[in-house]
Protein backbone atom coordinates (compact mmCIF):
# COMPACT_ATOMS: atom_id res chain seq x y z
CA UNK A 1 0.00 0.00 0.00
CA UNK A 2 1.55 3.26 -1.18
CA UNK A 3 1.19 5.99 1.49
CA UNK A 4 3.12 9.02 0.26
CA UNK A 5 2.75 9.82 -3.37
CA UNK A 6 4.37 13.49 -4.52
CA UNK A 7 3.95 14.21 -8.13
CA UNK A 8 5.60 16.66 -10.52
CA UNK A 9 7.12 18.31 -7.38
CA UNK A 10 9.28 21.68 -7.71
CA UNK A 11 10.09 24.14 -5.23
CA UNK A 12 11.96 27.76 -5.24
CA UNK A 13 13.69 30.33 -3.23
CA UNK A 14 12.53 33.06 -5.16
CA UNK A 15 13.44 32.69 -8.64
CA UNK A 16 16.29 30.11 -7.80
CA UNK A 17 14.69 26.76 -8.32
CA UNK A 18 16.06 24.10 -6.18
CA UNK A 19 13.60 21.21 -7.01
CA UNK A 20 12.02 20.21 -10.63
CA UNK A 21 9.13 17.75 -11.29
CA UNK A 22 10.18 15.37 -8.92
CA UNK A 23 8.23 12.21 -8.68
CA UNK A 24 8.13 9.88 -5.69
CA UNK A 25 6.18 7.65 -3.85
CA UNK A 26 6.45 5.31 -0.44
CA UNK A 27 5.02 2.28 0.51
CA UNK A 28 3.80 2.26 3.95
CA UNK A 29 5.80 0.39 6.26
CA UNK A 30 9.10 1.14 4.51
CA UNK A 31 12.26 2.68 4.38
CA UNK A 32 12.95 5.19 1.28
CA UNK A 33 16.25 6.86 1.15
CA UNK A 34 17.40 10.03 -0.80
CA UNK A 35 20.66 10.42 -2.07
CA UNK A 36 22.52 12.97 -3.15
CA UNK A 37 25.36 15.55 -3.02
CA UNK A 38 25.07 18.46 -1.30
CA UNK A 39 22.82 21.07 -2.60
CA UNK A 40 21.31 18.46 -4.53
CA UNK A 41 17.57 19.57 -3.31
CA UNK A 42 17.10 16.41 -0.42
CA UNK A 43 16.82 18.96 2.54
CA UNK A 44 14.30 21.13 1.00
CA UNK A 45 12.36 18.26 -0.35
CA UNK A 46 11.91 17.33 3.23
CA UNK A 47 10.95 20.58 4.22
CA UNK A 48 8.28 21.30 1.66
CA UNK A 49 6.45 17.69 2.78
CA UNK A 50 6.50 19.10 6.57
CA UNK A 51 5.34 22.71 4.91
CA UNK A 52 8.39 24.73 5.82
CA UNK A 53 9.32 25.74 2.72
CA UNK A 54 5.97 25.98 -0.10
CA UNK A 55 5.62 23.96 -3.56
CA UNK A 56 6.27 25.87 -6.56
CA UNK A 57 4.02 23.30 -7.73
CA UNK A 58 3.20 19.50 -7.86
CA UNK A 59 1.11 17.35 -5.71
CA UNK A 60 1.93 15.74 -2.35
CA UNK A 61 -0.81 13.00 -1.69
CA UNK A 62 -0.37 11.46 1.84
CA UNK A 63 -2.55 8.19 2.87
CA UNK A 64 -4.94 9.77 0.07
CA UNK A 65 -5.01 13.60 1.10
CA UNK A 66 -3.58 16.45 -1.12
CA UNK A 67 -1.10 17.67 1.91
CA UNK A 68 0.44 20.56 -0.68
CA UNK A 69 1.62 23.34 1.09
CA UNK A 70 0.01 22.43 4.69
CA UNK A 71 0.83 24.50 7.36
CA UNK A 72 3.63 22.66 9.60
CA UNK A 73 1.57 22.23 12.33
CA UNK A 74 -1.20 20.73 9.95
CA UNK A 75 1.60 18.42 9.34
CA UNK A 76 2.37 16.95 12.64
CA UNK A 77 -1.53 16.49 13.26
CA UNK A 78 -1.70 14.67 10.10
CA UNK A 79 1.26 12.04 11.66
CA UNK A 80 4.06 13.39 9.86
CA UNK A 81 7.23 14.24 11.43
CA UNK A 82 11.07 15.34 10.89
CA UNK A 83 13.73 15.41 12.48
CA UNK A 84 16.19 18.10 11.01
CA UNK A 85 19.47 18.65 9.84
CA UNK A 86 21.64 20.33 12.94
CA UNK A 87 19.23 18.85 14.89
CA UNK A 88 17.61 22.22 15.92
CA UNK A 89 17.21 21.59 19.79
CA UNK A 90 16.47 24.13 21.94
CA UNK A 91 19.92 24.28 24.12
CA UNK A 92 18.57 26.29 27.33
CA UNK A 93 15.31 23.67 27.54
CA UNK A 94 16.09 20.01 29.34
CA UNK A 95 16.09 17.09 27.46
CA UNK A 96 12.30 16.35 28.75
CA UNK A 97 10.96 19.96 27.67
CA UNK A 98 12.97 19.64 24.15
CA UNK A 99 10.65 16.32 24.42
CA UNK A 100 7.52 18.11 25.01
CA UNK A 101 7.94 20.56 22.51
CA UNK A 102 7.38 17.46 20.01
CA UNK A 103 4.21 16.74 21.62
CA UNK A 104 2.93 20.21 21.61
CA UNK A 105 -0.56 19.61 20.46
CA UNK A 106 -1.23 17.07 22.33
CA UNK A 107 -2.96 16.46 25.42
CA UNK A 108 -0.73 15.21 28.73
CA UNK A 109 -2.65 12.33 29.49
CA UNK A 110 -1.83 8.26 29.88
CA UNK A 111 -1.26 8.02 25.94
CA UNK A 112 1.50 10.95 25.93
CA UNK A 113 3.31 9.83 29.22
CA UNK A 114 3.40 6.00 27.21
CA UNK A 115 5.25 7.87 24.15
CA UNK A 116 7.56 9.50 26.93
CA UNK A 117 8.29 6.33 27.76
CA UNK A 118 8.51 4.57 24.41
CA UNK A 119 11.48 7.35 23.80
CA UNK A 120 13.15 6.35 26.65
CA UNK A 121 13.13 2.79 25.28
CA UNK A 122 14.12 3.43 22.02
CA UNK A 123 17.20 5.72 23.35
CA UNK A 124 18.08 4.54 27.48
CA UNK A 125 20.77 7.38 27.49
CA UNK A 126 17.76 10.30 26.95
CA UNK A 127 16.46 9.13 30.61
CA UNK A 128 19.71 9.66 32.26
CA UNK A 129 19.77 13.03 30.69
CA UNK A 130 16.13 14.01 31.08
CA UNK A 131 16.28 16.85 32.90
CA UNK A 132 19.84 18.10 31.62
CA UNK A 133 19.79 21.00 29.06
CA UNK A 134 19.98 20.24 25.78
CA UNK A 135 23.23 22.35 25.05
CA UNK A 136 25.20 19.72 27.42
CA UNK A 137 24.41 17.17 25.18
CA UNK A 138 27.32 15.32 22.78
CA UNK A 139 26.23 15.34 19.72
CA UNK A 140 24.81 11.75 19.31
CA UNK A 141 22.87 12.54 22.87
CA UNK A 142 21.57 15.58 20.64
CA UNK A 143 20.46 13.68 17.89
CA UNK A 144 18.93 11.24 20.19
CA UNK A 145 17.02 13.81 21.45
CA UNK A 146 15.58 15.63 17.90
CA UNK A 147 15.01 11.66 16.68
CA UNK A 148 13.35 11.72 20.31
CA UNK A 149 10.83 14.61 19.74
CA UNK A 150 9.92 13.97 16.61
CA UNK A 151 8.31 10.48 17.96
CA UNK A 152 6.37 12.15 20.16
CA UNK A 153 4.33 13.99 17.91
CA UNK A 154 3.23 9.78 16.96
CA UNK A 155 4.18 10.35 13.51
CA UNK A 156 2.79 7.55 10.85
CA UNK A 157 5.80 9.23 8.34
CA UNK A 158 9.32 9.97 10.43
CA UNK A 159 11.18 12.46 8.23
CA UNK A 160 15.13 12.06 9.31
CA UNK A 161 17.36 14.29 7.86
CA UNK A 162 21.25 13.49 8.05
CA UNK A 163 20.65 11.46 11.44
CA UNK A 164 24.58 10.25 11.53
CA UNK A 165 26.09 13.83 10.52
CA UNK A 166 29.08 14.51 12.20
CA UNK A 167 29.07 11.17 14.85
CA UNK A 168 31.29 8.78 15.93
CA UNK A 169 31.04 5.73 14.19
CA UNK A 170 30.31 3.68 17.13
CA UNK A 171 27.02 6.10 17.68
CA UNK A 172 26.47 6.17 13.70
CA UNK A 173 26.11 2.03 14.23
CA UNK A 174 24.07 2.95 16.86
CA UNK A 175 21.60 4.85 15.12
CA UNK A 176 21.10 2.60 12.10
CA UNK A 177 19.56 -0.25 15.17
CA UNK A 178 17.26 2.38 16.49
CA UNK A 179 16.15 3.49 12.32
CA UNK A 180 15.96 -0.72 11.86
CA UNK A 181 13.76 -0.91 15.13
CA UNK A 182 11.56 1.75 14.61
CA UNK A 183 11.10 0.17 11.24
CA UNK A 184 9.93 -3.31 12.41
CA UNK A 185 7.99 -1.48 14.62
CA UNK A 186 5.61 -0.57 11.39
CA UNK A 187 7.19 2.85 11.38
CA UNK A 188 7.25 4.68 7.50
CA UNK A 189 10.41 6.43 7.35
CA UNK A 190 12.30 8.68 4.52
CA UNK A 191 15.61 8.56 5.03
CA UNK A 192 17.98 11.45 3.91
CA UNK A 193 21.67 10.87 4.61
CA UNK A 194 25.12 11.45 2.93
CA UNK A 195 26.78 8.24 4.80
CA UNK A 196 25.36 6.09 1.08
CA UNK A 197 26.18 2.90 2.45
CA UNK A 198 24.47 3.15 5.64
CA UNK A 199 21.48 4.56 3.48
CA UNK A 200 21.40 1.90 1.35
CA UNK A 201 21.41 -0.87 4.19
CA UNK A 202 18.65 0.52 5.82
CA UNK A 203 16.16 1.08 3.31
CA UNK A 204 14.70 -0.83 0.61
CA UNK A 205 14.06 1.52 -2.08
CA UNK A 206 16.07 4.74 -3.04
CA UNK A 207 16.06 7.81 -5.12
CA UNK A 208 19.40 9.77 -6.07
CA UNK A 209 18.54 13.65 -6.65
CA UNK A 210 21.13 16.05 -8.55
CA UNK A 211 20.92 19.63 -8.75
CA UNK A 212 17.15 19.45 -8.14
CA UNK A 213 16.09 16.71 -10.26
CA UNK A 214 15.41 13.30 -9.66
CA UNK A 215 18.62 11.04 -11.38
CA UNK A 216 18.03 7.27 -10.41
CA UNK A 217 15.33 5.33 -8.81
CA UNK A 218 15.07 1.85 -7.79
CA UNK A 219 15.42 -0.99 -4.89
CA UNK A 220 18.20 -0.56 -2.63
CA UNK A 221 20.30 -3.46 -3.65
CA UNK A 222 20.02 -2.32 -6.75
CA UNK A 223 21.43 0.78 -6.53
CA UNK A 224 23.90 -0.12 -4.09
CA UNK A 225 25.49 -2.61 -7.23
CA UNK A 226 24.71 1.11 -10.09
CA UNK A 227 28.03 1.82 -11.11
CA UNK A 228 27.19 5.19 -11.26
CA UNK A 229 26.10 5.47 -7.65
CA UNK A 230 29.71 3.63 -6.66
CA UNK A 231 31.68 5.74 -8.15
CA UNK A 232 29.85 8.73 -6.68
CA UNK A 233 28.82 7.65 -3.55
CA UNK A 234 30.16 4.53 -2.82
CA UNK A 235 33.65 5.20 -3.89
CA UNK A 236 33.92 2.39 -6.74
CA UNK A 237 32.95 1.77 -10.04
CA UNK A 238 32.47 4.07 -13.06
CA UNK A 239 30.82 7.53 -12.91
CA UNK A 240 30.17 7.36 -16.78
CA UNK A 241 26.81 5.03 -17.22
CA UNK A 242 24.01 5.07 -14.87
CA UNK A 243 23.78 1.93 -15.97
CA UNK A 244 20.09 -0.40 -15.78
CA UNK A 245 18.36 1.73 -13.18
CA UNK A 246 16.67 4.77 -14.78
CA UNK A 247 14.72 7.64 -13.70
CA UNK A 248 11.42 7.03 -10.80
CA UNK A 249 9.38 4.01 -12.27
CA UNK A 250 5.49 4.23 -11.05
CA UNK A 251 5.39 2.28 -7.37
CA UNK A 252 2.37 0.95 -6.55
CA UNK A 253 0.55 -1.25 -4.32
Not at 1 to 25: F, H, N, P, W
Not at 74 to 99: C, Q, W
Request: glycine residues 10%.
Amino acid sequence: MTSLEVRQLSVAYGKVVVLQDIDLSVEAGSVVCILGANGAGKSSFLKCLVGLVPARSGRIVWEGKDITNLEPHEAATNGIALSPEGRRLFPDLSVYENLCVGGYHRRRNAAFRDDLEKVMTYFPRLRERLHTPAGYLSGGEQQMAAIGRALMIRPRLLLLDEPSLGLAPLIVSQMARIISALHRDGMTIVLVEQNARLALRLAQYGYVFETGRLALAGPSSELASNPYVKELYLGGGSSKSRGSVGAAPERRA
